[in-house]
């Protein structure tokens, strides 16, 4: 039995070859399924998140006052104030509290005018936030990508230690070498993966927060 040697001191530890090749195998029927160059449609297949890819954000589910279908952009970027305020109000750092008051003062200006900048705002900061969206949507599907991309790797490098191993006379500084390879491949994967879980929070929080604006700014609307 060949591959016993993998026990052996100075080789790769069994223990950890097998956590390597049950990662990999989880991925073998994914890499064969999705080609590299596939369509849009596969980074529902490449999808790094647990929770649903929702590509785009509908104003229905997050807005519950009057349409803004005719709302353009330069209906707020020729607004001076409306346009600071877009731009502010959509920076997460902002408190909320910040953005009541900032809200509340525009309200308070009274009459039609009010309202309608109340609702151009929205439109705005619907515009702003759900681009800001896209593009952690966007992150995310290269990040599934790379994963693919990484697994890929994790199984060329166990496929390489079998074959130094399996040899007569192994080639210890061969095995060492492709060890290493097999440990960068893994560091790899488990730093994409840390960094998936923090940055799939990152579209709920977007919505949270346009959902909580665009309540702030309804109580306003007649």
């Known amino acids: ?116 900048r109340l609702l151009v705002l929205f439109a705005g900061l619907f515009d702003a936030l759900n681009s800001e969206r896209d593009q952690v949507i966007a992150g995310l599907d290269r990040l599934g990508r790379h994963q693919l991309t990484n697994a890929a790797a994790i199984r060329a490098a166990i496929t390489r230690m079998h074959a130094l191993q399996d040899v007569a006379k192994p080639d210890p500084v061969a095995v060492k070498k492709a060890s290493d390879q097999l440990d960068w491949a893994l560091r790899l994967y488990k730093e994409k993966k840390r960094a998936a879980r923090y940055v799939c929070e990152s579209p709920a929080l977007i919505e949270h927060r346009l959902y909580q604006l665009g309540q702030m700014i309804s109580g306003h609307l007649s």
Not at 62 to 85: H, M, S, T, Y
């Open 1 to 116: 039995m060949k591959r016993s040697r993998l026990m052996k001191p100075g080789l790769l530890p069994g223990g950890k070859l097998v956590v390597l090749a049950a990662l990999a195998s989880g991925f073998a029927g994914l890499a064969t399924a999705v080609p590299a160059s596939g369509p849009p449609a596969a980074a529902l297949t490449t999808w790094p998140c647990p929770a649903l890819r929702v590509p785009h954000l509908s104003v229905a589910a997050i807005w519950a006052g009057p349409p803004i279908n005719g709302i353009k952009p330069e209906d707020w970027q020729n607004d001076p104030k409306v346009d600071r305020l877009v731009a502010r109000l959509a920076l997460r750092r902002t408190p909320l509290s910040e953005a009541k008051s900032a809200i509340d003062k525009l309200a308070n200006e009274g009459g039609p005018k009010a309202q309608r």
